[in-house]
């Protein structure tokens, strides 16, 4: 079982950047995915998630309206467009998936909001 984060990098203030998260070795259309972050010395936090099928997305309230997250079941693959960006969105951003009580998670992508 694999998940890789991608897209992950240092932007300014207002930027944009689309994170990717590529999974292997499971039924990656059964599972519902997320994505967590986590700041220096802070708790890691839940920020989208979105079902096997697509459907409800669900966002923390600090990232609504700003990012957005999506999958493809054809590639394996689920995204968080994240847009407006700010310097407390900071963290390492990490891919999650999970069927009742299977639960996978990826290495994590670095995001650096920053001027």
């Known amino acids: 079982v694999q998940l890789v984060e991608s897209g992950g990098g240092l932007v300014q203030p207002g930027g944009s950047l689309r994170l990717s998260c590529v999974a292997s070795g499971f039924t990656f259309s059964r599972y519902d995915m997320s994505w967590y972050r986590q700041a220096p010395g802070k708790e890691r936090e839940l920020v989208a998630a979105?079902?096997?099928?697509?459907?409800?997305?669900n966002y923390i309230e600090s990232v609504k309206g700003r990012f957005t997250i999506s999958r493809d079941n054809a590639k394996n693959a689920v995204y968080l467009q994240m847009n407006s960006l700010k310097p407390e969105d900071t963290a390492a951003y990490y891919c999650n998936a999970r069927l009742w009580t299977l639960d996978y998670w990826g290495k994590g992508t670095l995001v650096t909001v920053s001027s």
């Open positions: 979105i079902r096997s099928a697509g459907r409800n997305p």
